[in-house]
């Protein structure tokens, strides 16, 4: 029991670090890059760069989930086939995207940052969580991660001057993030077991094309909800609230960490023991850390508006809706990672993508136009992550699937 806590709360503090060090670093690259680039330019950036954080769901393929399960449950000595198939998928898929935008670029003439920009999936195909998860030892991980983003974010105080500069923001996260995959392969190809088996790795391509397309495909769908305010904004030419709306964004990003690294610590255990206890205690947790969130966003948002109300006044309204937000996707991550997966049946992921994008794409083709802006973007972010959570929730109970 005691060694079981153990990997737990290892697996806890290594994401809680990894995941907090990925999403603060861009934190505190903002004012650097737009008090240098301006809000315009840094607008743009974010507008490019949203547009192919939908890709990387298609590279990843929903293997950073699918990975574990796989790994955990499988003979250990098929580790070294299960993990150069998922790297040969990741990088076919990641330089097919960048091939694309390569002649979308050249073809009709489009601002060669999206091009720039494309380069980032390298990292996310080099990118190895699920190989670490499986094993319960995040601490080489971390240590690539965190050294990663202090490179990146050393490398934009000292070349980042001006506007002129814009190109060396998407090229410095690309070589960093891709310099920490590649490190992270090489201790994978260390320490896999076995030998690489063709014959295996064909089978273990078809059934990832199988299920992984169901977790990929729901993934793919939410990720629209995500980035869907920002290309929003960016297609009505709105870059100044493309960058308001990303700090924003953050901010959700950042209270939602905890709720992806509990759901994430748990899913090993769970996933090799199916103990309802550590299910049901990984709900409780989430949903105590959501309580806690409360007085954190009624500060936000005091302190937003004492510092920046010349630029933006964030009413109560917005803090409720990134409340909102937040809470239903610790209950929807934590469903989807330690049921619906372990379970076996991702096709629901993929239904609860469909159906929350569905509302989200109506309700933001019904409010797209002069009078869409930050508020708007926000408040169908909330909305979109309710319906992917109600649908998940729904399934869960009416089918028992927590009983398998």
Known sequence: MKKKFNSI???FVNLAVSKSVELLVPILAIPLLISRLGIESYGVYIYAFSIFAIFSVLVRLGLDDYGVKQLTQSDKHNEKTISLTYYSIKFFLAFLVILTSFFAVTLFEINYIFLLCSLVLLGDASDSIWFFLSKNNLRFYTFTKVISKILYLLLLYLNVQSEADLFLVPIFYAL?????????????????????????????????????SHIVGSNFISVIKDRGGFISLGLLGLNSYVGIYDIIYKVVMVLNIPPQIISTSYFPRISSEGSKNLLFQSFFVNFLYSAITIPILILIQYISNLLFSEVFIADP???????????FYSISINIAKNIIIISGNTLVLLISAIASSLVYISALVFTFGENFDVYMALYLFALAYAVEMLVRLIFVLVKKVYNT
């Open 317 to 327: 309204s917005v803090t409720v809706a990134i409340f909102c937000a937040c809470f």
């Open 9 to 11: 709360f290892s697996n």
């Open 176 to 212: 960093i993030s891709f310099g920490a995959g590649l490190f992270q392969m090489g201790y994978v190809y260390q320490n896999s077991l076995g030998e690489f088996k063709f014959f295996l790795s064909k089978k273990l391509g078809k059934e990832i094309i199988t299920k992984g």
